[in-house]
């Protein structure tokens, strides 16, 4: 095979001189190598940690660079970061190819092909890999060895390049330190990456590096399973305060007998049950952040408290006459909407104005269409490796569909759905590959979500003689004729009010045993079940 034309490297150094993003010098080294190269699929991965992380492809699936390829379970990738010069895989080469079901010039099982990958390295520190597939067996076979080290030498610059860009327009002089501290986050919670390149995550990323270096109070708002916890953790990492602790409150589990306890400490004897000092979750979290998450949960004889924590950096434990000083960021959490909150007085308008010093918008699934596909390769390499499957792919016919739905849940409900879909494409699958078909997903109609002010009350009467009586007055689900009417959320709320109800009256209406018997905490089951309309009345007969 012939050296790389003199005409192709000078127009290289011109698109990478002229490119104003990473992804622009990504995009156009590739299309120089397709040009040079006969191939399929041709993929730029960069090194970090134990895994490879894809930065640009031509010839794959677009889901295909929301994956993240663990070295250890890859061993034609192994084979190439440990290498310092092109590998070449033969065609009778039987180990997995990570890229298997997901070119778009063959679906399912790949053949006989041939592959190739270059290990990107710069003073002898591997930066990442570049891999080429092409169904023409033997294709690679006679390319000269210098050429490839070319190409090898050309893509590792212009990885550095990029990357030391990168450093420069994005990062401050512990940046490394924290990406590293975001990839093993990642690594050990789900959710742990920000995924998007959509209009709408852009503007996030955005708000997210403007905010985060101050001290700024800020107030994260956004439907449930947004992933609001995930933006606070993001912001708490990019933040000075990046070295302190981050101490996560939920202020919707908390008794509200103990809120303030939990909040603030308390010292031994100031109340029943206070036989030793505790410290608060402010105390714990000085020179750090505190993440109050469901703010608008919080009582209001308890948000004139905060109020002074937040203004005068002080707190007063519980049974202390003195006050103690603090140095804690606030970043607080809510899926209502606090102004509506505010103007029906439930919430101080006070504090909410303290709170809302940087207010942050968290979108919805459906208002990013186009990051579904890098969700679900995220969430899809996730499940592969929790269920130990070799290769897990989608149908063809499934994104559409997914494009299609409304995501009432938001990331949430996409990464569960990938997760049953899996468990089903599995049980159904005896091959290598599994492929998730439509009749594993059992996404549910396009039926209108019923508005959290329509909820019903269901009543649960008890008395001395513990005899329950559950007086349900909402409507019946759809019968069988009329399921279409029906939605995920409507089907959950009834199994579960069915499920609370009947769980409550064998426990003779013990929430604590209820809650036991349920696998869930008590606070939380008794927070849903006020969502769900249910209340227990206790008479003495």
């Known amino acids: 095979m012939p050296d790389i034309p003199a005409a192709n490297l000078i127009k290289l150094a011109l698109d990478l001189s002229n490119s104003l993003t990473s992804a622009d010098r990504y995009q156009r080294l590739l299309s120089i190598i397709c040009q040079t190269i006969n191939n399929e699929a041709v993929v730029l991965l960069k090194y970090q940690g134990d895994q490879l992380v894809p930065l640009a492809q031509q010839g794959l699936t677009r889901e295909v660079l929301g994956r993240r390829f663990l070295i250890s379970e890859h061993p034609r ?17 039987d180990l997995p190819d990570p890229y298997d079901g997901m070119l778009l010039a063959q679906g399912g099982n790949l053949p006989v092909h041939a592959c190739m990958g270059l290990p990107l390295k710069a003073d002898d520190q591997l930066l990442g890999v570049l891999t080429l597939d092409s169904m023409t067996p033997h294709a690679f076979d006679e390319i000269a060895q210098h050429t490839l080290y070319l190409i090898s ?40 990456e920000l995924i998007g390149d959509s209009p709408a995550m852009d503007k996030l ?57 939990e909040l603030f400490g308390h010292v031994k004897g100031a109340f029943t049950g206070a036989d030793k000092n505790r410290t608060g979750k402010f105390s714990l979290a ?25 203004q005068n950096q002080e707190i007063q434990p519980v049974g202390l006459d003195k006050t103690e000083q603090l140095n804690v960021r606030v970043i607080a959490a809510t899926n209502r909407q606090l102004k509506q909150e505010v103007e029906a007085g439930r919430f101080r308008a006070d504090l909410y104005h303290r709170l809302s010093v940087f207010p942050i918008t968290v979108p919805a ?29 989608l149908s063809a016919n499934i994104m559409p569909v997914f494009k299609a ?16 879909s899996a468990l089903n494409a599995r049980s159904n699958s005896r091959q290598g590959v599994v492929t998730i078909e439509i009749s594993d997903i ?15 009350v269901n009543t649960i009467d008890t008395t001395s003689n513990s005899k329950t009586q559950i007086d349900e007055t909402r409507e019946p689900l759809p019968s ?3 399921q279409n009417l029906i939605n995920l959320r409507q089907a959950t709320e009834q199994f579960q009010l069915d499920l609370i109800t009947k769980t409550l009256a064998q426990n003779d209406m013990n929430w604590s045993a209820t809650a036991k018997q349920l696998s869930t905490d008590r606070a939380n089951l008794v927070r849903l079940a006020k969502r769900l309309g249910i209340v227990i009345k206790k008479q003495i007969m």
């Open 77 to 93: 990738l192994a084979q190439i970061c440990q290498s310092d010069e092109p590998v070449r895989f033969t065609s009778q080469c």
């Open 153 to 192: 030498a050309m893509s590792a610059a212009t990885l550095k390049t990029a990357m030391r860009i990168q450093q420069l327009e994005h990062l401050s002089n512990h940046n490394q330190q924290v990406v590293a501290e975001l990839t093993r986050d990642a690594l050990t919670k789900d959710g742990g």
């Open 205 to 261: 990323k955005h708000e997210i590096s403007l905010s985060a270096p101050s001290d700024f109070t800020i107030l994260i708002e956004g439907e449930t399973g947004t992933g609001k916890e995930l933006v606070a953790r993001t912001l708490h990492m990019h933040s000075t305060r990046k070295n302190g602790p981050l101490v996560y409150v939920n202020c919707a589990a908390l008794p509200e007998n103990l809120i303030e306890s």
């Open 286 to 310: 000085n020179h750090g952040t505190i993440f109050l998450d469901e703010i608008g949960e919080l009582p209001l004889g308890l948000q004139s408290k905060l109020l002074r924590a937040l």
């Open 365 to 393: 699934l459906r208002n990013r269409i186009s990051d579904i596909p890098l969700l679900t390769g995220y969430f899809i390499e996730q499940v592969r490796r929790k269920l130990g499957i070799a290769q897990l792919v």
């Open 405 to 420: 739905y409304s995501w009432p849940g938001n990331v949430r409900e996409l990464e569960h759905t990938i997760s049953r």
């Open 442 to 456: 059992h996404l549910l109609t396009q039926s209108s979500v019923k508005p959290e002010s329509d909820e019903t």
């Open 480 to 482: 069988s004729a009329n």
